[in-house]
């Protein structure tokens, strides 16, 4: 029974494909985030830098800071460290790994859109200060921000602020393979709490009928009921990036990314894990009491 409840519990979690927690043996406490080639499952290459952006170094390149201790979200077990800017403007890309844990959910050009196949995003999310000129964000992209020069084709998936598109809100919304934002797929999750870690998942949908849906979760443990729902074709990424653009005040802390197979993949519950660690304790129990029996 033990052995059921237990196999219950971990075939309904589904597979976490990389769980990136920038912990401090990958990237020194105080670093800069950009550069960092620590090996990760679930990433390729190296953390780039992209200056290509016509807003990035409008007042100075920023900082992708490592910061000890992560951020936290009741209900979410939470580890590792936090990514930080707090002034200047950056940019930082890495390629997720298409052609290892991702390539069942990669096409032929190395992007993550076959059809009939779901991916979730989540990530712990604080802006500590009230933006008043700045683009801070989470992003799905097709290559690294800026640099593919191309406006045409849905390329990829945006969370965060968006001060040009819903004042003091956290936005949502597809970009074109430039990283623009494609009209009429903006959603509004909400205003933005000063100081309070919000969790997101973002549910990426690749339909056989060729229509993509994409769900957007704020602080939502069971994935109930999305926040925002946008339908499109032909959507396809195979980067994440960070970014933090413009001017003005405004912190943007990042921590705990995770990309899974299932909605609970990707939201470490507490009570999920102490029933495996009991299972597997009982588990023990019983296997040590049959032997002294015998």
């Known amino acids: 029974m033990v052995i059921a409840v237990l196999g219950t519990t971990l075939a309904t979690h589904g597979q976490t494909l990389s769980s990136e927690n920038f912990n401090s043996s990958n990237y020194p406490i105080g670093s800069n985030l950009s550069g960092a080639d620590p090996t990760v499952t679930g990433y390729t290459g190296s953390w780039v830098y992209d200056s290509s952006d016509g807003s990035v170094g409008s007042d100075g390149v920023g900082q992708g800071i490592v910061t000890s201790g992560p951020l936290s979200y009741p209900g979410v077990v939470s580890y590792g460290n936090t990514i930080v800017s707090s002034s200047g403007s950056f940019i930082v890309s890495r390629s997720l790994d298409t052609a290892g844990v991702f390539s069942p959910y990669t096409d032929s050009n190395g992007n993550i859109d076959k059809p009939g196949t779901t991916l979730y995003l989540s990530f712990l999310l604080n802006l500590t200060t009230q933006p008043s000129a700045l683009n801070e964000s989470v992003r799905l992209t097709n290559g690294v921000i800026g640099s593919n020069g191309s406006t045409t084709g849905v390329g990829g998936i945006y969370l965060g602020y ?4 819903s004042g003091s809100d956290f936005t949502t919304f597809l970009t074109d393979t430039n990283g623009n934002p494609i009209t009429g797929t903006i959603g509004d999750l909400g205003a933005i709490q000063q100081g309070a870690t919000n969790f997101f998942v973002i549910e990426t949908q690749f339909g056989l009928n060729g229509t993509d849906t994409v769900s957007f979760y704020r602080n939502s443990i069971n994935g109930s009921a999305p926040a925002f729902v946008e339908t499109t074709t032909g959507l396809n990424y195979n980067t994440l990036s960070l970014l ?5 005040s405004g912190t ?3 921590s705990n990314v995770l990309i899974g197979t299932t909605y609970a993949s990707v939201v470490p519950e507490p009570s999920t894990y102490w029933l495996a660690v009991v299972g ?4 023990l129990f019983f296997r040590r009491s049959k032997k002294q029996l015998a």
């Open 280 to 283: 597997l304790g009982c588990l």
């Open 162 to 165: 968006s001060p040009l598109q």
């Open 252 to 254: 943007l802390e990042v």
């Open 244 to 248: 933090r653009t413009g001017v003005g």
